[in-house]
């Protein structure tokens, strides 16, 4: 078991910047990648970014975050970090970090095996 704790959340205005954690414990060596989600009010979950957690300098970002978000890795820490800068209301969601142990593409939340309870991010215009 991997167990994932977020936190980082919160109110900004737009064009602002957030750091979001996520403090892994558990079975961590069993990990793959860990990824971040979001998902607004009515609609779908989706992909933000995600690392290899053995070779972090694999990441990928969903295209609406590129440029403007950064993935990243305490590996003495054991936490994963999300930097998010020139926020938009587009950006409003609860945020969710998540971990996965099988070798499959990492955007797909399906996929994914352990998540945090999730961070709520709000983003005023």
């Known amino acids: 078991q991997v167990q994932l704790v977020e936190s980082g959340g919160g109110l900004v205005q737009a064009g602002g910047s957030l750091r979001l954690s996520c403090a892994a414990s558990?079975?961590?060596?069993?990990?793959?990648?860990m990824g971040w989600f979001r998902q607004a009010p009515g609609k779908e979950r989706e992909f933000v970014a995600a690392?290899?957690?053995?070779?972090?300098?694999?990441?990928n970002y969903a295209d609406s975050v590129k440029g403007r978000f950064t993935i990243y890795r305490d590996n003495a820490k054991n936490t994963v970090y999300l930097t998010m800068n020139s926020l938009t209301p587009e950006d409003t969601a609860v945020y969710y970090c998540?971990?996965?142990?099988?070798?499959?593409?990492?955007?797909?939340?399906?996929?994914?095996?352990?998540w945090g309870q999730g961070t709520q991010v709000t983003v005023s215009s």
């Open positions: 558990g079975r961590t060596f069993t990990t793959y990648a």
């Open positions: 998540a971990a996965k142990r099988s070798r499959t593409a990492v955007w797909v939340d399906d996929d994914y095996d352990y």
């Open positions: 690392l290899n957690w053995s070779n972090v300098r694999l990441r």
